[in-house]
């Protein structure tokens, strides 16, 4: 059994811990917010945080993250943080197909809480794990950039 | 659904030791190269033929810390864990951005690079022109191995089963008045795999070669370094005559054998490699 | 919200349901009774199937193959010449032969392992080389058209001219790379089979499960779900997989479901034909152009698909923007034993534009005289006949596009600036490039009038919302919003008023396929004609629904057989400028500034376009130089995103674009097509740039590290 906190809430399951962590919240948490667009950590669709740093969900077998606090794009919806960056993407035009967005939330959220005014090279270092097809990345690094300024004083706060 | 697998995720690491000690287990620290390798087809874990233990989370392979004037540096830190670092020296910083992206950054470890021992390991060139030790402990104890020993080919080094790299020793690393740069070639500017990388380290005293080293990645089964051709070197001043650098190529070119595959070819891996030699040779210091 | 300008833009209208991750894609979706597919495939290139031995299937599991087809085993695209799954002879790597379906992946995954097929293996063609080498043998030669003048006439002008050029160009592969792989899920009911999932022509996918399933109209029913990215790969592609699930579906008597892993996707599904194009262009001793010869083939792979039609608009772009004098086209689609190519943004002109503007860029060295002067020497004008005898009708901004760019750029100073720091830096080199094109609208010549015949609807409810009833999918590039503001805007209702629910064919006319940039400009024009129909009857708090059809607008009657006519009823066009800095050492290229005008009539939504530009461009400038896949022994070798290469956010420079207005009669407000033109220009002008850098030339995209570093190399070796 492996225990660990999902959106705030403690979870438990009995998976193997092969499993990757991945399609345990897709297929067991039906959380359908983290994408797979590669399964080889090469696209970052399926982007979430694991006690606060955003990694590659395909990448985890579940067994190595017993205990920890673990948010999807659903965990996050409700925050002030996510809101910014929702109105952000939408008025710099960042979203396309959409397919490689809840990634690109989650890196955009984790950069900022690291780095609240991020320089334009340090937005694309921090987004250079989620490859998106559609946009040629420009309008949403426009889009962080936005969030960065309306968000003031928003991204260290817990 | 998924098959019955063994996993073991120790709170201390002398348990974890001695379980290695009684069976043979396939390690994970972050797992970003083992998930891949042992990676299923879509919706089905990856495949271990062995036990799992989890070693990522464990703080005693955390730490990094100096005595003397050698670093240590352990073996589950991460990428980034290693970036926010005040103790690690530039140049390996510079090599470390220049992996994947930070998602994988946050996972990734260094024992992770070494261990997976893939020609194209990004820590690796630096790794061999500071003449890092690899610290093996199991229930026998340590012992420390010359990393150019360690490394014996892609995915072959010498760790026997019961052992856990638990630290990598840079020695004198924090020694002043050295020249150290890292090149790596990939086919983009970030999640890209090595198809050439150089590093050069070079210690001058008033114009003249006290100490150098070369180690190139990606264009042969393991990291190319020599001794011998280093050593002629050693003694010489700055800057180098034309024909002194042309030696040292001519000899390189001799013992770099790099292969065909869907990365790039050989021959762009043998010239670019001698072109990075050529050009840290010429720099005027 | 009403609309004051059509061009100000909007909130998307599928913008919430794709930031917050919520909206689903087909890979998102389960549904009782479901169960998977995956597809056992062909291992070798070309050879017959001899014997077929499968496992002992676990209750619950079972194959599907060519025996469970109700009706011809084949694809209904174009040819009949695309097993649903091979039988009999298999023609490439990775060729569906059957289908194993049960609950559980990993059982599956097992049992796939344990099917024996084996093959008398037959000699294969692996490259386009060898296909042009036996061009003449049955089989081969696919398609092939020819048109231009006469080769008499060539043949004196040649004789009388300066000097003969002759250049050989090639092409490389382009994967699309969608962000979501591909995948089809077929919803079994009694009387009925509904497939549903990521796709861009839904009636193509109808019309490929009518004749697979032998059944009448109202059996199927095809339903587009979100799609994670499409650009030409999810046109004809996803039928084969529609009737994969569909058959499997009616065989097993289940919901059944197929979604592509990354590699599998990389390594079975079409991509960019690979090409080679042949110049022969005469000189007078000014370097003046007399006549020019095109040879172009196409690397179709193993089926032909829609490889024909991607002639057509290769050999169509061949002269590129330019009014060449005697000029001269041959093009031939090929078969390889290789993965089938297929759509792909620009359809065939991305290659054309490749060589034509590389091939002008050699010639204006011959003249002397800077390439971007020279290319304006040609540059075709309002009233100027196209290639094909039709005519560019409509104004041409092309010179005030350029000129915009010359200043913004500042071209000339920027060109000197380069020089002395090239002559300064031995490591790094710096050049800059242009490149003209322009992209033909809607489908080639007669299309829409003999094949698509679109129809669209509009559907007002009681409480006067009006929905869109068209076949087109939203892959990102934002109809959604963009049809709905034409309606909205034309209605003079709020655009909130405005719905386009995801189109399902049980609900919505065939408005065509959503390709060839043809979805604003003819569907978008039917919408507006049909808004201002329904403006005209407009009862409120009454039901009603408005119908309109296409009307073609006669001009020069295009001939497929001559190639004459007019081939496109209108043209957008675009200029680019790009700065890259080449590292000597390593043949990195860097990309510093990218510059960019387009007219595309008129905007329908500032950001939209926006959108369209940098994403085109994105992909246009990384098939120059970045992305990189090959085959070997039928094999595609980059199986992975990073093996591949397309780019990264760090790969990417910001774009400082423009777009002009030109507002065309037949678009809505004047509104043309934009969603391939932006591709077109971006490997062209990076290729210029870099033999700007390098004071070198090359006859071949892409132009990788690998490449450069040949090319210093060679001539290192010349130079002595
Ligand atoms: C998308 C992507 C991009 C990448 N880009 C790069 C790149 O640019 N450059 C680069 O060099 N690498 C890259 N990698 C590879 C990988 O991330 C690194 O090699 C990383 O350092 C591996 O560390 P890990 O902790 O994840 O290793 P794991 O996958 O956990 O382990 C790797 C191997 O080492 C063994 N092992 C790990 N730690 C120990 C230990 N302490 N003692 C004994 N054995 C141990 C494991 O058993 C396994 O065999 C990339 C990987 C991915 C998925
Ligand atoms: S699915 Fe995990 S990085 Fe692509
Ligand atoms: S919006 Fe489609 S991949 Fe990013």
């Known amino acids: ?158 | 659904m998924a098959e019955k697998v063994t996993a073991y995720r120790f709170d201390r690491i002398d348990e974890t030791l001695s379980q290695l000690n009684r069976e043979d287990c396939a390690i994970i620290a972050g797992g970003t190269d083992v998930m891949v390798l042992h990676k299923s087809r879509r919706g089905v874990p990856p495949k271990f033929s062995k036990p799992i233990v989890f070693i990522d989370h464990l703080s005693e392979l955390k730490q990094v810390y100096q005595t003397d004037k050698d670093l240590h540096i352990g073996a589950c830190c991460t990428y980034t864990e290693l970036l926010e670092h005040p103790l690690i020296p530039t140049p390996i910083k510079s090599a470390i951005k220049t992996i994947a992206a930070p998602a994988i950054r946050n996972r990734g470890t260094v024992g992770g690079n070494i261990c997976n021992a893939s020609p194209a390991g990004d820590m690796l060139p630096l790794l061999y022109v500071y003449n890092a030790k690899v610290l093996l402990r199991s229930v026998n104890g340590d012992r420390f191995v010359a990393i150019s020993d360690f490394i014996q080919g892609p995915r072959r080094i010498q760790r026997l089963h019961n052992e856990i790299v638990t630290e990598i020793i840079l020695p004198s690393v924090l020694e002043e008045g050295t020249h150290v740069i890292f090149e790596k070639v990939g086919n983009r500017n970030a999640d890209a795999i090595a198809k050439v990388s150089f590093a050069g380290f070079m210690r001058i005293n008033k114009e003249r070669i006290e100490d150098i080293r070369f180690a190139f990645g990606a264009v042969g089964p393991t990291m190319i370094r020599s001794r011998e051709i280093e050593k002629k070197l050693v003694g010489k001043t700055l800057p180098l005559a034309d024909a002194e650098i042309d030696t040292i190529v001519a000899e390189f070119d001799k013992i770099i054998r790099p292969i065909d595959d869907q990365r790039s070819t050989a021959v762009y891996r043998k010239t670019v490699a001698l072109n990075l030699l050529r050009y840290f040779l010429s720099l005027k210091q | 919200m009403k609309l004051n300008d059509i061009s100000t833009s909007v909130p998307k209208k599928d913008h919430k349901g794709k930031v917050s991750g919520q909206l689903p894609y087909i890979s998102d979706v389960k549904v009782e009774n479901m169960v998977y597919g995956v597809l056992y495939r062909s291992p070798i290139a070309y050879g017959k199937i001899s014997t077929i031995q499968l496992p002992n299937l676990p209750a619950g599991y079972e194959v599907v193959g060519s025996e469970q087809i109700p009706g011809p085993n084949y694809v209904k695209i174009i040819k009949e010449d695309q097993p649903i799954f091979a039988s009999e002879w298999v023609n490439y790597i990775g060729e569906p032969i059957l289908m194993l379906v049960g609950k559980e992946l990993n059982t599956l995954y097992r049992l796939l392992n344990e099917v024996k097929i084996e093959f008398e293996e037959h000699q294969a063609i692996y490259t386009l080389e060898d296909a042009i080498y036996r061009k003449s043998e049955s089989g081969v030669t696919m398609a092939s058209y020819e048109f231009g003048e006469s080769l008499e006439i060539i043949s004196a002008i040649e004789h009388g001219a300066h000097q003969i050029i002759e250049e050989e160009y090639d092409t490389g592969y382009q994967e699309h790379v969608y962000l979501e792989p591909q995948g089809m899920l077929a919803l079994y009911k009694d009387d009925e089979i509904i497939v549903q999932g990521s796709m861009q022509c839904l009636y193509y996918i109808k019309n490929a499960l009518l004749s697979a399933l032998a059944c009448g109209e109202d059996e199927v029913r095809v339903i587009q779900s979100a799609t994670g990215g499409g650009f030409g790969g999810k046109e004809e592609y996803p039928s084969m997989m529609a009737c994969h699930v569909a058959v499997a579906a009616r065989a097993v008597k289940k919901s059944v479901m197929l979604v592509y892993d990354r590699s599998e996707d990389m390594v079975v599904t079409t991509k960019r034909h690979p090409a080679k194009i042949n110049y022969r262009t005469s000189l007078d001793k000014d370097g003046n152009i007399l006549s020019m010869c095109v040879d172009l083939f196409l690397d179709a792979g193993a089926n032909e698909g829609l490889s024909s039609v991607v002639l057509q608009r290769a050999l169509l772009n061949s002269a590129g923007v330019y009014k060449i004098p005697h000029f001269h086209a041959k093009g031939f689609v090929l078969k390889t034993n290789t993965v089938p190519n297929g759509a792909f943004r620009g359809f065939g002109a991305p290659q054309s534009f490749a060589g034509i503007e590389s091939h002008i860029g050699h010639l204006s060295k011959q003249a002397k005289i800077d390439p971007l002067e020279y290319k304006r020497k040609y540059l075709v004008k309002q009233g100027d006949p196209t290639i094909t005898k039709g005519n560019f009708r409509d104004p041409v901004l092309m010179e005030e596009m350029i000129e915009d760019l010359l200043y913004s750029s500042d071209y000339k100073k920027k060109k000197e600036d380069f020089q002395r720091f090239n002559q300064q830096n031995q490591r790094y080199k710096k050049g800059m490039g242009t490149s003209l094109f322009l992209h033909g609208c809607g489908f080639t010549g007669s299309g829409e009038r003999d094949h698509i015949k679109a129809t669209v609807k509009l559907v007002k409810t009681k409480n006067d919302h009006v929905s869109l009833k068209i076949s087109n999918s939203d892959m990102g590039q934002g109809i959604l919003t963009t049809l709905c503001k034409i309606v909205a805007k034309e209605l003079d209702i709020s655009y909130e008023q405005v719905f386009y629910p995801d189109p399902d064919t049980k609900e919505v006319p065939d408005s065509g396929p959503t390709v060839a940039s043809r979805t604003t400009m003819i569907v978008g024009k039917l919408l507006e004609r049909a808004a201002r129909k329904l403006k005209t009857q407009w009862l409120s708090g009454v039901e009603q629904e408005v119908e309109e059809h296409y009307i073609h607008r006669e001009m020069i009657p295009w001939n497929e057989k001559t190639f004459t006519g007019d081939a496109y009823p209108a043209y957008s066009w675009g200029v680019n400028f790009v700065e890259v800095e080449v590292d000597t050492l390593t043949g990195n290229v860097r990309l510093e500034k990218v510059y960019a005008n387009y007219e595309v009539g008129k905007v329908i939504d500032e950001r939209i376009m926006k959108g369209q530009i940098d994403g085109g461009l994105a992909q246009g400038l990384a098939y120059g130089y970045l992305e990189k896949m090959t085959s070997k022994q039928g094999k595609i070798q980059q199986k992975s995103i990073s093996d591949y290469g397309p780019p990264t956010s760090l790969d990417v420079v910001p774009i400082d674009s423009k777009v002009f207005d030109n507002p065309y009669t037949d678009g809505p407000y004047g509104a043309k097509g934009a969603g391939e033109l932006t591709l077109i220009g971006g490997a062209p002008a990076v290729q210029s740039a870099i033999e700007n850098a390098l004071q070198t030339s090359f006859q071949q995209i892409p132009i990788t590290p690998e490449v450069i570093i040949n090319s210093l190399w060679t001539k290192e070796g010349e130079e002595g």
């Open chain 1, 1 to 158: 059994m492996i225990t660990f906190t999902l959106n705030g809430r403690v979870v438990e399951t009995d998976a193997p811990a092969t499993v990757r962590l991945l399609d345990l919240i897709r297929d067991d948490f039906e959380l359908i917010g983290t994408k797979e667009g590669c399964g080889e950590g090469e696209c970052g669709a399926c982007s979430v945080f694991v006690n606060n740093l955003v990694q590659n969900s395909c990448l985890i077998p579940i067994g190595s993250i017993a205990g920890a606090n673990i948010q999807t794009i659903e965990g996050i919806i409700e925050t002030e943080q996510f809101k910014i960056l929702d109105e952000s993407y939408s008025v710099a035009g960042g979203v396309q197909c959409g397919y490689c967005i809840p990634g690109m939330i989650m890196a955009s959220a984790a950069l900022l809480s690291k780095n609240p005014h991020p320089s334009e090279t340090e937005i694309r270092e921090g987004i250079s794990g989620n490859l998106c097809r559609c946009t040629g990345y420009n309008m949403i690094v426009d889009a962080i950039n936005l969030a960065a300024q309306k968000g003031d004083g928003i991204w260290q706060k817990k």
